[in-house]
């Protein structure tokens, strides 16, 4: 059930670079809407012009505490997408609209995802949070990451930002999905846990920025 935690973990105490961090998010997120409010407006209108359906898509993954929660993007699927095939994405898929391309290449698919920055259920920087039907394979060591906020972007993110791709070398994308790809993630996300500040946060936005750019 969403909301609901679904296992005894129990979140460690609220320190002071909680509170800078959580600080950081909530003015960094809240400028970057208003500034960006003309790009949302503008992506939503190529969305309804391009394919039927909602401008937004909505998914349970799972976030701080093990809680359930619905992240937000902009849609880059066939409304009927998850029913059409499996949660991950492979190379060209069929199920990815034409302005979906290009929002998933250059990350703006991401942008709603402010939104869960501001609401708490996210933070700009973190784990990149995973659909349950993939967190039931993580061991107790590789749970850690659930101490704290999943982000928008993280050193997996920047590694495997052409995933897509990778996957669609692969005569079994799921199998390397989840006993390759996503174990090097969740080991680079504690890797995160075991490093976050501010500062580390600040370098994984540019990384992230400059490798968008590119």
Excluded: C, W
Excluded at 38 to 43: D, H, N, S, Y
Excluded at 91 to 104: K, N
Excluded at 142 to 165: H, L, V
Excluded at 166 to 189: F, G
């Amino acid at each position: 059930m969403e909301g609901k935690a679904v296992s005894s973990y129990s979140p460690q105490g609220f320190s002071l670079n909680d509170f800078i961090k959580r600080l950081f998010d909530i003015l960094m997120s809240l400028i970057g809407v208003i500034i960006l409010s003309p790009v949302f407006l503008v992506i939503s209108l190529m969305i309804k012009f391009d394919s039927k359906g909602p401008v937004f898509f909505k998914q349970v993954r799972v976030g701080k505490g093990e809680r359930n929660f619905k992240i937000l993007k902009f849609r880059t699927m066939v409304t009927d997408a998850e029913k059409r095939g499996a949660q991950i994405t492979v190379g060209r898929d069929s199920r990815i609209t034409r302005v979906g391309h290009f929002l998933r290449k250059s990350k703006l698919d991401e942008i709603p995802q402010l939104l869960n920055v501001l609401k708490g259920d996210m933070s700009l920087v973190g784990p990149r949070p995973e659909v349950p039907k993939y967190t039931k394979y993580y061991d107790s060591n590789q749970k850690r990451i659930f101490e704290i906020r999943p982000g928008i972007t993280d050193f997996a993110s920047i590694k495997y930002r052409d995933e897509n791709e990778i996957l669609a070398q692969s005569k079994n994308p799921e199998e390397t999905y989840i006993e390759e790809i996503m174990v090097d993630k969740l080991n680079l996300n504690l890797q995160y846990l075991s490093e976050r500040s501010l500062i580390t946060d600040i370098k994984i936005i540019f990384m992230t920025l400059l490798k968008i750019v590119k």
